[in-house]
Nanobody
């Protein structure tokens, strides 16, 4: 059974940094691309960073140069280093495979981790 557990969120001042972690279990991990997504209040979930199975990375324009995604296949964990945080980075952050893992007919999502950036 798929399980994704995100952690590392919190309250941080603008300009600060956070490192998010996402531990996966019950899934095939190393051969799949992984993504970090975020969802701000009243907005749709959007992807922010992607890492392929071979380690190549892509970023949404809004976070390029500030965020860095990485993975540890032995630990089945994906990370998101977030630097120079802005108010608009405030959101619940989720990780998932690209495309998302399925739980029956629906995509599976973990509980996410809240990131709040204050001025």
């Amino acid at each position: 059974q798929v399980q994704l557990v995100e952690s590392g969120g919190g309250l941080v001042q603008a300009g600060g940094s956070l490192r998010l972690s996402c531990a996966a279990s019950g899934v095939v991990f190393s051969s799949n691309a992984q993504k970090w997504y975020r969802q701000a209040p009243g907005k749709q979930r959007e992807w922010v960073a992607r890492i392929s199975a071979d380690g190549s990375t892509n970023y949404a324009d809004s976070v390029k140069g500030r965020f860095a995604i990485s993975r540890d296949n032995a630990k089945k964990t994906v990370y998101l280093q977030m630097n120079s945080l802005k108010l608009e980075d405030t959101a619940v952050y989720y990780c998932n495979r690209d495309p998302p893992y399925m739980n029956g007919p629906r995509p599976y999502w973990g509980q996410g981790t809240q990131v709040t950036v204050s001025s």
